[in-house]
Structures are given as C-alpha cells and as structure tokens.
C-alpha cells in the first residue's frame, strides 16, 4: 500500500521526466509512413536480415497500429523482415493480418515460420500449404525472385511437394531442417540454422569433450547446401528459468557472454546470403533485442526479464548490418557516433539461491530441459562486464565494476570488444579522449548480492552510452511475475527508469559545453512535505534534513532500490518503502549518469 501512494505522488515527476523524454505512454501508436525500400532487393543474389518474431505471445494486440512500434523499430536497423513464429493458438490469423497490413504500412516485409512443436509435419503438409496460400498475395510477403518465402522451426520429414501443391503458388521454401534428418537437400530452396550458441551437439551448453561453435554449424549447413543459399542464425543470448508454476518448465543456458559481438564479425567473414537474429521478441529465452514495451502478455517470463532491457543490442548490430550488406569486412565505416555499449548478469554465478528459487521442487520433465538451482551450462558463463565500444576514433575507456579497482585501456577507432571482472555494486563506464571526458555515466542497475526475486536470474542488463531512452514492460507483460515464487517482496512492476535528463537545464548553472565535453544540468527542485506520514529513518536533530544516502526499507523488495536512489539522488526522503542511513547535502553526482525510477514508458 506504501509503495501505491508513493507512486501516485510522484506520478508528476514521472510524466515531467516522459515529456523531457519524448515517451509519453502511447508515444509510438501512431504509424510512421516508410517508403519500402526492400522490393528492388528481392532477388535470390541479395543479403537480407530477418528477425524471428513470436506472434504466440501477441494475442493481446487489438490492431495492426500495435505492430508499428516493432516495425520502425527493427527497420531503423537494417532488418528487413520478421518471421513470424506461428503454433495453433486460435488468435494466429488475426495476428497474423495485423503484422502483414502493419509490415505493409512500414516498409517491411514478412514470412511465415511454421513452429512445428505445435504443427504436425507427417500430418499436417497440407494445411501449412494452405496457411501459406492464405497470406502469399499480400503486398507485405516477402517474396525472393517471385516465390513465397516460407521457413520453420525444426520440421524435418514434411511432404514438401504435398505442401507446395496445397500452396498452388511457388514457394521459396527455407525450413530449419536438419542435414543428419533430411539428406536430400533438393526439397529446399534454402535453409535455416537455429543453432546460434556454442553447444555440446545434444542442445546444451558445451561440456568438455562436447563442444561445438556456431561456426562448425555454418560449415555443415554450407556443406549439405552446396550452391543452395545458407540463411545463418546469429544471437546474442540464452537464459531460460521456467519452474513448476508452468507446464513446460525448463532451465538452461548457453554461454553468451561476448557472442553478440563476435558472432557479427563471423557473420561478415562468411557472408551467407541471409541472416535471421534469433530473436526480437522471444522473452522467455532471454534472447530478445526488442524492447520491452512491445505489447505481449506474459507466460512467465517476467521474474527474469522485469527491468532487463536488451534495446542497446539493437544499436550495436546497426552498423555490422549495414556493413554485411555492403560485403565489407568491418562496421567501422558505418559507425556514425561515438557509442559504449555494456552488458552483464545482474548477479554473480556464485551467488546462491536455493532457499528461495522457483526452479528447486519437481516438475514436468518430459523434454529433458528441467533441472533443479541454477540453470544447466552456468559454469560455462563468465563472471564479466561485457564492452563493446563503437568509436569514430581512438579513446581510452574506463570501466568501474562495483568495489573492483578501475580497468582501463585503449579501445581503438571502429568496434572493439573488452571484459573485466564483475564486482558488485554500482557499474561506471568513461571514455576519454586528449584528455576530455567524452562519455561517462553510470549503469541504471547494479550487480547485486542478493537474489532478484529470489530466483538465479542468468539474463543480461544491457545499457549503453549515451544514454538512450528503453522501454518497460506494462500489467499484462508482468501479469505472472509473482506466480510461484517463493518471496513476497518482489512485486510486478517496473524499477527502472528508462528516460534520460533533458538536455537542456531551465535553471542553467554551468558553462556551455565545449565539443569535447557533454551536456550537464542540475536537476529540478522536488517539494519535500508531500506526505505527512513520519519517515522510515529519521536525520538527527542537528543534522541537515536532506538525505544523502539511502538502502531499500526492511522487509521491502530489492526492486525498488532504483527508487530509493533516485529520490535521495534529488534531495528528497519519503516515507514507506525507503529508508536512509546518512544526511546531509544530496549528491548529484554525475550531470550524465540516468536517475532510476519507476518505468515510466508504455505501450
């Protein structure tokens, strides 16, 4: 109930930090008109990227102005299609309609990908040929040299020709078949490897003796291709933490860590005629690069992904698409700005969890993908920062990890790739260059240690700089947050905030910056007699009556630390979830560094 009131009090502060933003709730409803640009590119010779779309959990988008938002953002990028992951569920049509008529409004194309856990591929060959018919004539279908392009996830032993006759269109037909299943590769006309992570070959984490690179699977599938073309999966993550409290519980991970990075230099070395990200919207997987506000109702994912934003992925593939289409060897020619973007689990793997995690009872494990604590493969994660700095030229960057002492060192011009130990606590990063601090900010979550929500929380904070706005889920994507837990202080909402200062201060103190220093601005005043319940702590009596420090109050929810530090952060002492432990003047402490608070952002 405290937290209900402190909320709506500072409801003013949040849509004030919205405006400053440009992000007010609905900011992205309405569509952007895009000229399409793909169509001259349909053709069998040209690079396109796609990225694989879940409609399984959109059931709850009302209208083809709900895909708009996904469009312009994947566009704004370089992808050029989404496949669109469909199963049974009896809203597949209808949103399917929606993304073809949005696709079509935005400038984007798209494709069916045919989920066979749920379709039937010895049974079940004429009715995906129909579904395919269904959607071919629609402008936005992608189409390569006048055929419908249609993939899958796995399907191995359908009757391809009895699925091209239900079509009664030519299809482009590139399934995620597999070489060992389907020998005969004259039933493709291409094909789609899922396989994106290092693994033991048995779709696991690798282990020693068993160890596979996503590259050893480019090779096969090149193989058994020949002159076919290759559609080669790239990811930047897995984490999966599914208990008891669903049916299909699962918990596993494949190492991540820098693969983002170094999986796109791979990609523009080998260079296959199309790429598919795995994936934008896949949240219970933790491989996710859209943002959180795409509208999706929640299958269980959000003890895991609540305050996770990954949008800084996204930033970091634009310029190695750009250069993959362009054949070039490196992104650096298409580096626009100065930009470091970080990563890291928002715990160490050492931590240990298993009083309260939500993985430690028995479960349905009929797939073989359940275990019991921490997730099966988390040795094979390391314990770092992840950096990866995209630089017009040289600078020295600097990275603070908790109490760790500082690394630094010397990135170059062009995208470089660095890791330093994980330290809990606060993550700083600096670049700097003749002498000049050009970034510098503070990540808006740190590495704790203590359980988020009491469960091992093996997905990636992603956070960049400068500092860019990121999305939060809304009340259906926290719809099953609490469901199974074992703590009752985490509650579903969002703790971070996702808007940055303004960029202009209304009460400027501080000289104009120079080109080589950013922006700084004091923040705005905040009325500190809002409420007239007594405070959790109390200052002494001689004491200064501003807060300077604070924690989260006992028994409250970890989650709402971001809260707690962004009101000290302005001086301000409420009273309920919050409590603070020294007094004095508030600190600003860096003009750059993103306030946390309740997400602020929705769809």
């Given at each position: 109930?405290?937290?209900?009131t ?5 409801f003013?502060?949040?849509m ?11 900011a ?5 008109p895009?000229t ?18 879940m409609?399984?959990i ?13 469009m312009q953002k994947?566009?704004?990028?370089g ?15 209808t ?32 009715d ?16 390569i040299?006048g055929?419908?392009f ?12 009895q ?25 493709l ?12 070959g048995?779709n696991?984490a690798?282990?020693?003796?068993q160890?596979?690179?996503v ?25 999966t ?7 299909y ?7 991540g ?11 523009l ?50 310029p190695?698409i ?15 700005q ?8 928002p ?6 969890c298993d ?6 009872q028995?479960?349905n ?20 920062v992840?950096?990866?700095s995209?630089l ?6 600097k990275?603070t ?11 170059p ?12 606590g ?11 601090t ?7 979550r ?44 985490c ?13 202009i ?6 000289p104009?910056?120079t ?17 007239t ?8 009596a ?17 989650n709402l ?19 603070y432990?020294?007094?004095g003047?508030?600190?600003w ?7 946390r608070l309740p997400?602020s952002?929705?769809?």
């Amino acid at each position: 109930m405290a937290v209900q009131t402190l909320s709506s009090l500072l409801f003013g502060i949040v849509m004030a930090i919205c405006l400053w933003a440009g992000h007010m709730p609905g900011a992205q409803a309405a569509p952007v008109p895009v000229t399409d640009s793909l169509n001259p590119r349909q053709s069998a010779t040209d690079k396109l990227v796609f990225a694989h779309f879940m409609i399984g959990i959109v059931g709850n988008r009302a209208s083809s102005a709900d895909y708009d938002y996904d469009m312009q953002k994947a566009k704004a990028i370089g992808i050029d299609a989404f496949a669109l992951n469909i199963g049974v569920d009896g809203y597949t049509d209808t949103q399917l309609g929606f993304a073809y008529e949005s696709a079509a409004r935005n400038g984007m194309k798209v494709f069916i990908s045919f989920d066979f856990n749920w379709w039937h591929p010895s049974t079940q060959a004429t009715d995906v040929g129909r579904k395919i018919a269904q959607y071919a004539s629609l402008p936005a279908q992608l189409k390569i040299d006048g055929k419908v392009f249609a993939s899958s996830f796995i399907g191995d032993g359908l009757d391809v020709a009895q699925m091209k006759a239900a079509a009664g269109v030519d299809v482009f037909r590139a399934p995620n078949f597999n070489p060992s299943q389907t020998p005969n590769n004259g039933v493709l006309d291409s094909a789609f490897n899922w396989m994106a992570w290092p693994n033991n070959g048995a779709n696991k984490a690798p282990q020693p003796g068993q160890s596979f690179s996503v590259a050893d699977g480019d090779n096969a599938y090149k193989a058994w291709l020949g002159s076919k073309p290759y559609m080669a999966p790239i990811s930047p993550w897995f984490s999966t933490h599914f208990g008891p409290e669903v049916s299909y519980s699962k918990n596993w991970v494949f190492p991540g860590d820098l693969l983002w990075y170094s999986r796109w230099n791979e990609i523009l070395t080998l260079g296959p005629r199309y790429v598919e990200i795995i994936s934008w919207n896949d949240y219970g997987e933790s491989h996710y690069i859209g943002p959180l506000d795409s509208k999706h109702t929640d299958d269980g994912n959000s003890k895991w992904v609540n305050d996770m934003p990954h949008e800084g992925w996204m930033d970091l593939a634009k310029p190695f698409i750009a250069a993959y289409k362009a054949g070039a060897s490196k992104p650096d020619a298409y580096i626009s700005q100065d930009q470091i973007i970080y990563w890291y689990r928002p715990t160490l793997k050492s931590l240990n969890c298993d009083a309260t995690d939500t993985t430690m009872q028995d479960a349905n494990n009929s797939s073989g993908n359940y275990f019991k604590g921490r997730p099966n493969g988390y040795e094979t994660m390391e314990d770092a920062v992840f950096v990866v700095s995209l630089l017009k030229t040289a600078g020295q960057i600097k990275v603070t990890s908790g109490g760790n002492s500082a690394v630094t060192y010397l990135a170059p011009a062009g995208a470089f790739a660095q890791k330093v130990p994980m330290g809990v606590g606060k993550q700083r990063f600096e670049l700097v260059r003749n002498g000049q601090t050009v970034l510098s900010g503070t990540s808006p979550r740190d590495i704790s240690n203590t359980c988020p929500c009491g469960i091992y929380n093996f997905n990636a904070f992603v956070g960049q700089l400068p500092f860019k706005s990121f999305g939060s889920l809304d009340s259906q994507g926290l719809a099953s947050l609490t469901a199974g837990l074992h703590v009752s202080t985490c509650r579903p909402t969002p703790t971070l905030i996702g808007t940055a200062p303004p960029s202009i201060d209304p009460r400027p103190t501080y000289p104009p910056p120079t080109a080589n220093t950013p922006p700084t601005w004091k923040p705005p005043s905040i009325p500190r007699t809002i409420s007239t319940q007594p405070v959790t702590t109390a200052p002494p009596a001689s004491a200064p009556t501003s807060c300077n420090g604070e924690t989260v109050a006992d028994g409250e929810s970890p989650n709402l630390t971001g809260l707690c530090d962004f009101l000290c952060f302005k001086g301000y002492c409420p009273p309920g979830p919050c409590k603070y432990n020294s007094f004095g003047t508030p600190e600003w402490s860096d003009p750059n560094e993103a306030p946390r608070l309740p997400g602020s952002r929705s769809r």
